[in-house]
């Protein structure tokens, strides 16, 4: 069963969480007034009066999420040991009355900062640990990707590089809409309704924001980086293509000021074990780095940064050295953005996200206590047309991210004219989403705006038919939907000629399926054999046609032909599944099922056992067709017995 938590919420946008964990946080006046001053630092601010429900949400935070936790002394003592090793607990404050007592056991857990009793010297404190973490960046979420091969596009053997370097390059194709700021301005308003100072700057963003001013949001603590960081690191695809303007705009600012030599830079990071290990275990290997990454070409700075950040003994200390060539045929584009930022004293080269590069050299570096990682620049190459954006979503949908291809093919209609050529492409894909998802009156929108704007001789109209033929069967409308098949099947028969196509047997198997329904046996058998003629010329899905022509033979009472049927879907399917493939045990149980409405129970028996055989080793117990097969042998030994 999939777990639920009920305090996860669509409004954990950032990154970076401050949880207050006390039995009186809600209830003593001081607590609920230092509430408004913790906000003030970190935006995202939880509290929780009890350690199971704390321990739930804190457990439940992705790895790139950083909780900064406040406890009190008796809650933190019993919380403490559970989450302390958990990736996400950055920091822990012990907030308490009896000091010394605290201290004690406080000691043995590296991530407790401080034992304090007076609440404005943890407030600067955790003011003061915040704003080192936004300095450094060091434990700022540094998610990889690793290939299997050489290359960087191979979608068959890494789907999550594919994946991601697929939605990098949809974002970056996309165009800016003139409601892209406005949208994006209420989305912030909304997160923020209840910190006055972010939602002053939020509202200095829309006033003076532009396309060339975007580096300098960026790189200052706002809700800018933090906002377009989280949906960077979770991949949340709404978000990301909302936001989408933000990252088309660093994307111009790199390609613009694109360095035009050699460099070797450095980026420090502190990584798990587990982290650093699948990197170690991967030399020689391409990764992509999917995040905008920050670097220096001060060595011995990141150096000293790193030896000064606290870590446990669950963590390593990395240094990346960068060598990057401009030249890279089909590399992803890096720049010194150095006067371009909030902080234009601090020097920066800035990588766009989805780098490639190949892992060269893995060492430590003992004098310094630290791990060396050297990686070069590489080029992305790519199995897809990153300009037809119709074909990319369609790659996404096909890649089973079928929420992320909705969203996207929503978002091109609103960039697309109302005459662009593309859009019944959409409204197809986006019918056909709706109906992998049950959502069938939707379904029958988005194929009636298809047919609104198609030609007479489009070539998918046929495909839409069908599709709308499915959704009238789903809903067991079986006129409508008989209408628009044979609609269907005209265009094929038109097209493909005595040869057919498999959509026509398709369509036939499914007309066919209605007749069974409704009883008309002798159209339902006919339109199966026709399924069936066309099946086997191309030699595909031979079993289901005769395991549907088995039933029909079943439900008119010919025995013999039903078992003859079903014994041929079996030798058909034990031809290409596996042995333990379910559809294998249904066709066993329909050969059951006819013994025993023969009276054979013996031969009946034999075959239920074979069914329950596959069914035992594929699910529970207390899946359904174990208890339903289970109940038929049972039922079947009853009547032996007797």
């Known amino acids: 069963m999939t777990a639920t938590y009920p305090f996860v919420t669509k409004n954990d946008l950032e990154t970076v969480c401050l949880v207050w964990l006390d039995a009186s946080v809600n209830i003593s006046p001081e607590n609920i007034a230092t509430q408004k001053e913790l906000r003030s630092i970190i935006h995202h601010f939880k509290t929780f009066s009890n350690a199971p429900d704390c321990e739930q949400y804190i457990q439940q935070k992705s790895q790139y999420d950083r909780v ?111 409601t892209d700021v406005t949208d994006f301005v209420n989305t912030c308003l909304q997160h923020y309704n209840n910190d006055p100072n972010q939602t002053s700057i939020i509202h200095e963003f829309k006033q003076k924001y532009s396309s060339d001013k975007i580096l300098w949001w960026y790189t200052q603590d706002s809700f800018v980086y933090r906002l377009l960081s989280k949906a960077i690191n979770v991949k949340n695809c709404n978000f990301l293509l909302n936001f989408g303007f933000l990252i088309r705009d660093i994307c111009g600012s790199i390609q613009k000021y694109q360095l035009k030599s050699s460099i070797e830079v450095y980026h420090g990071q502190i990584m798990s074990i587990d982290e650093f290990n699948t990197l170690k ?169 298809f047919l609104k704007v198609s030609k007479p001789d489009d070539l998918h109209l046929a495909d839409i038919y069908y599709s709308i033929g499915c959704v009238y069967q789903n809903t067991f409308e079986y006129n409508q939907a008989l209408q628009y098949y044979d609609r269907a099947l005209l265009i094929w028969k038109e097209t493909y000629g005595d040869e057919g196509a498999l959509e026509m047997a398709e369509c036939l198997n499914n007309m066919g399926c209605i007749y069974e329904k409704e009883q008309y046996y002798s159209k339902a058998l006919s339109y199966h054999q026709q399924a069936l003629s066309i099946r086997d010329k191309f030699q595909a899905d031979i079993g289901r046609s005769y395991n549907n022509i ?93």
């Open 281 to 449: 275990n991967s030399l020689g290997q391409n990764i992509s780095i999917n995040t905008f990454m920050s670097t220096d070409y001060d060595r011995k700075s990141i150096i000293s940064s790193l030896n000064e950040f606290p870590i446990t003994n669950d963590f390593l200390r990395v240094l990346f050295e960068i060598h990057a060539d401009p030249n890279v045929d089909n590399s992803r584009p890096f720049a010194n953005i150095t006067s371009l930022t909030y902080s234009p004293h601090q020097q920066q080269v800035l990588f766009m996200l989805g780098s490639g590069f190949q892992l060269a050299d893995i060492q430590q570096d003992k004098k310094y206590g630290i791990w060396i990682v050297k990686i070069v620049l590489k080029n992305v190459k790519k199995s897809y047309d990153e300009k037809d954006l119709v074909a990319c979503g369609s790659t996404l949908q096909k890649m089973g991210r079928n929420d992320e291809a909705e969203m996207f093919f929503l978002r091109l209609l609103k960039e697309m004219p109302s005459n662009h050529e593309d859009r019944s492409k959409c409204y197809s894909t986006l019918g056909y989403l709706s109906f992998l998802k049950n959502n069938y009156d939707s379904s029958l929108n988005w194929y009636e705006e």
């Open 550 to 642: 088995g039933n029909i033979y079943f439900a008119i009472g010919e025995y013999n032909s039903a078992i003859e049927n079903y014994n041929f879907a079996f030798q058909e399917k034990c031809k290409y599944a596996s042995p333990q493939d379910p559809s294998l045990a249904t066709t066993l149980r329909n050969i059951a099922l006819v013994f025993e409405e023969d009276n054979n129970f013996l031969e009946a028996l034999n075959y239920f056992k074979r069914a329950a055989a596959i069914y035992e080793n594929l699910f529970p117990s207390t899946h359904i067709d174990n208890v339903e097969v289970q109940e038929d042998i049972r039922r079947i030994s009853s009547f032996i017995k007797s």
């Open 68 to 178: 900064f936790l406040i406890a009190s002394g008796r809650l933190g003592q019993e919380i403490v040991p559970h989450i302390h090793h958990y990736r996400q607990v950055f920091n822990i404050y012990v907030y308490c009355q009896d000091k010394e007592k605290n201290e004690e056991w406080a000691r043995k857990f590296i991530k407790v900062k401080t034992v304090q009793t007076r609440l404005d010297t943890l407030i600067n404190r955790i003011q003061s640990d915040y704003s080192k973490r936004c300095q450094s960046k060091l434990d700022e979420p540094f998610p990889i990707n690793i290939s299997k091969t050489n290359n960087l596009s191979d979608k068959l053997l890494h789907d999550d590089i594919f994946h991601s370097q697929l939605l990098i390059d949809c974002l970056l194709q996309m165009k800016t809409l003139s």
